[in-house]
Nanobody, 116 residues
């Protein structure tokens, strides 16, 4: 089992930046891929970005060129750097581990609010 804890959410103005971190309770080598998802009020959870064990990344079109995902396998963490934030980025952001790409583990989420 993998426990995930997200941190770094908060309130930021449009155009600002925020960095999210996800810490795992065990080695993330088996999490392939690891990813960030988000769920806005009244909407379904959607993929933001994910990253494979080898570092290959995948982004939602809505965040390309603004967000950057990275992982540190030695520290069992994954990060999401969010720049040029927009009000539509407001959501609860969740970390996900695809354990051997078969079992999904989720964190409890961290709220990001983009507003004046």
């Amino acid at each position: 089992q993998v426990q995930l804890v997200e941190s770094g959410g908060g309130l930021v103005q449009p155009g600002g930046s925020l960095g999210l971190s996800c810490a795992a309770s065990r080695s993330i080598f088996s999490c392939n891929p690891m990813g960030w998802y988000r769920q806005a009020p009244g909407k379904e959870r959607e993929l933001v970005a994910d990253i494979t064990r080898g570092g290959s990344t995948n982004y939602a079109d809505s965040v390309k060129d603004r967000f950057t995902i990275s992982r540190d396998n030695a520290k069992n963490t994954v990060h999401l750097q969010m720049n040029s934030l927009k009000p539509e980025d407001t959501a609860v952001y969740y970390c996900r581990c695809a354990f051997y790409n078969a079992i999904n583990y989720w964190g409890t989420g961290t709220l990001v609010t983009v507003s004046l």
